[in-house]
C-alpha cells in the first residue's frame, strides 16, 4: 500500500511565522501535491511537482513555496504565516500515468493565531 | 478552466438503502478521467473509483457505481446497500489527460442513518 506521511497532525503557529509543512511517501512517485482544504471550498491545488527540483503553481500558490529536494519528499513553505492561511493541508502523490489515482496523507490541521 | 460543481452540500440516506451524489464538470478536453474519493471522519482521503472519459461502460466497484454522462457532463455516484462506515465526505475530481493535477468540487457530506 502507499504511504504518504504528513509530519504533523496539528500545528498551531503564530502570525508572521516560518511554517514548514513536510510530506514524505514511500511509494516513489514521480508527482506530489500539496492541497489546502477549507469549508464549502473542497481541495484547492496549491503547488505540485513532477520531478526532484520541479515545481508549478496551482490555483492558489500566493503566501506558499515549495520545495523538492529528493524525490520522496515534498515540502510547504509559508513564509510569513498569516490567520487567513489557518487550515487543513493535504498533501498527496501519484505516479505518472493515464488513470493513476492520487493518494492522500492524513492532513494537517494548521492554525495561525 | 476546468469547473466540478457537486450541488449537494449534504446527503442523507437510511442504512441499507441507495443514494446517489451528483457531479458536473466543465471541459472543453476530450480525453479526461474523473475520480470519486471519500474521506471519512478519520481524515485520509481515499479514492472511491475511477471513470475514463473514453469509455462507454460506467465504472462499479461492489457497492458502488457511476452515472457517466459524457455529452451532458455528468458524473453521479451510486451507493447501493448504503453502510455505517460509508459516512464521509465525497469529492468528486477531474483531471484531464494531458495534466497531472486534478481539479476537486466542494464535496458532499453524506450521513447514513442507522
Known amino acids: 500500500d502507499v504511504k504518504v506521511t504528513q509530519s504533523s497532525r496539528y500545528l498551531v503557529k503564530r502570525t508572521g511565522e516560518k511554517v514548514f509543512l513536510e510530506c514524505v511517501q514511500d511509494?516513489?512517485?514521480?508527482?506530489m501535491f500539496w492541497y489546502r482544504q477549507d469549508p464549502g471550498l473542497g481541495l484547492r491545488l496549491i503547488y505540485f511537482?513532477?520531478?526532484?527540483?520541479?515545481?508549478e503553481k496551482g490555483d492558489i500558490p500566493e503566501g506558499y513555496s515549495v520545495s523538492r529536494e529528493k524525490k520522496e519528499r515534498f515540502s510547504l513553505i509559508l513564509e510569513s504565516a498569516s490567520t487567513n492561511q489557518t487550515s487543513m493541508y493535504l498533501c498527496?502523490?501519484?505516479?505518472?500515468?493515464?488513470?493513476?489515482?492520487?493518494?492522500f496523507g492524513d492532513g494537517t490541521r494548521l492554525s495561525i493565531l | 478552466a476546468q469547473t466540478v460543481t457537486q450541488s449537494q452540500p449534504e446527503m442523507s440516506v437510511q442504512e441499507a438503502e441507495t443514494v446517489t451524489l451528483s457531479c458536473t464538470y466543465d471541459t472543453s478536453e476530450s480525453d479526461y478521467y474523473l475520480f470519486w474519493y471519500k474521506q471519512p471522519p478519520s481524515r485520509q482521503m481515499i479514492l472511491v473509483i475511477r471513470?475514463?472519459?473514453?469509455?462507454?461502460q460506467n465504472a462499479t466497484e461492489n457497492r458502488f457505481s457511476v452515472n457517466f454522462q459524457k455529452a451532458a457532463k455528468s458524473f453521479s455516484l451510486k451507493i447501493s446497500d448504503s453502510q455505517l462506515g460509508d459516512a464521509a465526505m465525497y469529492f468528486c475530481a477531474y483531471r484531464a489527460g494531458s495534466a497531472r493535477q486534478l481539479t476537486f468540487g466542494s464535496g458532499t457530506q453524506l450521513t447514513v442513518l442507522p
Open positions: 511537482s513532477y520531478d526532484v527540483k520541479m515545481k
Open positions: 511509494m516513489d512517485h514521480e508527482n
Open positions: 471513470q475514463e472519459a473514453y469509455k462507454q
Open positions: 498527496a502523490s501519484s505516479r505518472t500515468g493515464q488513470n493513476q489515482p492520487q493518494h
